[in-house]
């Protein structure tokens, strides 16, 4: 490589690894900074050039002797060219390389990289198509769509060392049925599992009650939570349901010796400002007009 052109090869590499570091690509937390997107996209290096296989089919990471059948290194006398895919820290360790350790979620994972070897990269780690490097691996939705749609294996055995669909996860501990409920609103995992999720949920709540419809919960608890989230009342119970109870019952606040108090800050005129939209349940709001017409409320 001519001086000239070693430059320009120097230059760019810089510019690289400076664009990689503001787009998110670099993997500065095991002491390096590399773009995978630069290399895999628009280098169109293959996995294989600078990641050996080992027995099992799965790459091994990247040395030194692996970047050195591209780029000219210089062991003897490292340089702040060196900087350009190492880190400070890392250099004032001499250059040493922290090892990669595998997110907690993804160790129990097996995966044969040569198996999948007729698959782009970018078809699983799909950051790479967002300015972004590999991250972590994809999602299990992402396998499970493919697997199916290719007739691949979707038993637990074949992707998983310890996971089984008939042993329950670590979450599913004593509290579980407490706090499932709260937990599913916030994950889409538990279609891995239990594949018609809403029915499986209806089966069981058909015959058992949620754990906070206690003594209490017709009286002074699902009114609250019914203004907050009535979706979730939904889930078992019709919009007919309330209007068939409360048609014959008020609601207890009705009782309240204060509920036609004609003050502003307490009875009904407090609710209704509070929550309008719980009163139209029952009333119209032209029913309002009927009695305050002629009153002239206190401050």
Known sequence: MSKQKRKLF??????????????????????????????????EATCDQCHQKDAEGNFAAATMADCQECHEINLDEPSDE?????????ADKDYEIEKSVKPKSFADLIFNHEVHSDITCYSCH??????????????????????KKQEGPTDCEACHSEIRAEQAP??????????????????????????????????????EKPRDHNFGWKT????????????????????GYCVDCHKHQKPVSHFRGDWISYQRDNGHGEAARRNFR??????????????????????
Not at 82 to 90: A, G, I, R, Y
Not at 220 to 239: I, K, L, P, Q
Request: hydrophobic share 30%; glycine share 8%; net charge positive.
């Open 10 to 43: 120097w230059v760019g590499l810089a510019a690289i690894a400076l664009g990689a570091l503001v787009l998110g690509a670099c993997k500065t937390s095991v002491g390096l900074k590399f773009s995978h997107r630069f290399h895999i996209m628009e280098q």
């Open 82 to 90: 060196c900087l350009l895919c190492h880190s400070p820290e890392s």
């Open 126 to 147: 799909q950051s790479l198509n967002k300015e972004r490097g590999l991250e972590n691996g994809p999602k299990m939705g992402l396998c499970l769509k493919c697997h």
């Open 170 to 207: 670590e979450s599913h501990n004593q509290d579980w049925e407490t706090k499932h409920g709260f937990a599913s609103r916030l994950s889409t995992s538990c279609g891995y599992c239990h594949p018609n999720r809403q029915a499986f949920c209806e089966k069981c709540h058909e015959t």
């Open 220 to 239: 002074t608890g699902h009114g609250v939570e019914a203004t907050h989230d009535r979706r979730t009342c939904a889930t078992c119970h019709s919009a």
């Open 278 to 299: 719980s009163c139209n349940v029952c009333h119209e709001t032209g029913e309002c007009m009927q009695c305050h017409k002629g009153i002239i409320l206190r401050k």
